[in-house]
């Protein structure tokens, strides 16, 4: 039979134990509890593409990627897929279920404006069902990529624009692909506010360096090696690393304030000095020739409708002529300073670009 004593000390010892156990039952649930996802849309794209490599290597856990045909590159990572379309509800629905992270990138880029529709569809509709969806589900922060186009294009060249600027309705508004852009910002903004929740928007400018399977934005650079490119536009470009804007999403997912913008770009160059690095790089010769705007896209719609006339795809596109005659700078000290931005060297950029279109499309043949 048991003393006193001995019966008092079970007594004390028999709580530490419940309470031991009862920790132990918590712990195993909280493991067995799902953890959150991280959705990205879009992240079969250029820029998308480069921002799910990095977060699967840096080891992000629970990604989740909404798409509408999957790679053989994605199914190489730990990522789960959901094929399905960001204009549609119920796909929209299914995508962000657990989720309280979300990169949006999804978009459609395109100069035709017989694509106006489908643009409108994906970055303001697809964005509208995106926002709510997240707003139902208790999404805490939304990433979304816009465009430098919605803040930072003038008709000369002398401004460096930031995030400060007012918005160029007079310009933007002639091409559909920015006048969505915009629309989707807005969109956003109006419908991903409250209650706690955060969206931050990244707006680069030209995307440039390895892994565009789409020419979605180097195209630019695969006509100046196809020597399509006959005359110097008058304006400037904006051009950043893919690599290096995918970088900053997740910093701005951590640290980017709601309804901010951040303007990434990695260099500002005339179109003169673009194709002057990449005559160096490749030894192709540049174009000398430097006609007056008005003349640079008359005569690129007279010879766009030739071509479409006799059933051909034509050279040059006259929304393409007409953007290149205006200037496109930004200012990226706001990303610098609040978000660690820091493009590499745009040299590094374009030797990269070069040698992945030589490889990729033309097969090395100018290598």
């Known amino acids: 039979m048991a003393t006193t004593k001995t019966k008092k000390r079970a007594a004390r010892k028999a709580p530490a134990k419940a309470a031991a156990k009862a920790g132990t039952k918590k712990s195993t649930a909280l493991e067995r509890r799902p953890q959150p996802k991280i959705l990205v849309t879009g992240g079969t794209g250029f820029l998308g593409s480069h921002l799910v490599r990095q977060l699967a290597g840096s080891g992000a856990k629970n990604l989740r990627v909404l798409t509408t045909g999957a790679p053989a590159w994605l199914a190489e990572l730990d990522v789960e897929t959901i094929e399905g379309s960001i204009t549609n509800a119920d796909d929209v629905r299914r995508a962000v279920e657990g989720v309280k ?8 880029v395109s100069r035709d404006d017989s694509d106006a529709r489908e643009m409108y569809s994906v970055h303001v509709d697809g964005t509208r069902l995106l926002c709510d969806a997240a707003s139902a589900e208790g999404v805490e922060t939304i990433v979304m990529a816009s465009t430098s186009g919605t803040i930072a294009v003038r008709e000369k060249g002398e401004e460096t624009p930031d995030e400060r600027g007012s918005v160029p309705f007079d310009i933007i508004g002639r091409w559909p692909y920015y006048a969505s852009k915009l629309y989707q910002e807005r969109t956003a903004l109006e419908r991903f506010d409250g209650d706690g929740r955060r969206l931050v928007i990244l707006n680069p400018s030209l995307l440039l360096g390895p892994g565009d399977e789409r020419l979605s934005s180097t195209k630019v650079v695969l006509d100046f090696l196809a020597r399509k490119i006959s005359a110097v536009p008058t304006g400037g470009l904006s051009f950043v690393d893919a690599r290096d804007a995918a ?38 010769r540049a174009p000398r020739l430097s006609l007056p705007s008005k003349l640079a896209v008359a005569g690129s719609q007279i010879i766009h409708a030739f071509y479409k006339q006799w059933d051909k795809a034509p050279p040059v596109e006259p929304a393409a002529v007409e953007m290149a005659e205006y200037f496109w700078y930004v200012d990226s000290s706001k990303a610098e300073r609040e978000l660690g931005f820091s493009p590499r060297d745009p040299g590094e950029t374009l030797l990269d670009t070069v040698k992945y279109l030589r490889e990729n499309f033309l097969g090395d043949r100018l290598g």
Do not use: D
């Open 247 to 284: 970088a900053v999403f997740p910093s701005a997912m951590k640290s980017g304030k709601h309804g901010g913008r951040y303007l990434l770009g990695g260099a500002n160059w005339t179109f003169e000095k673009f194709f002057g690095r990449l005559e160096r790089l490749t030894n192709i």
């Open 101 to 108: 992270e979300i990169y949006h990138l999804a978009g459609r």
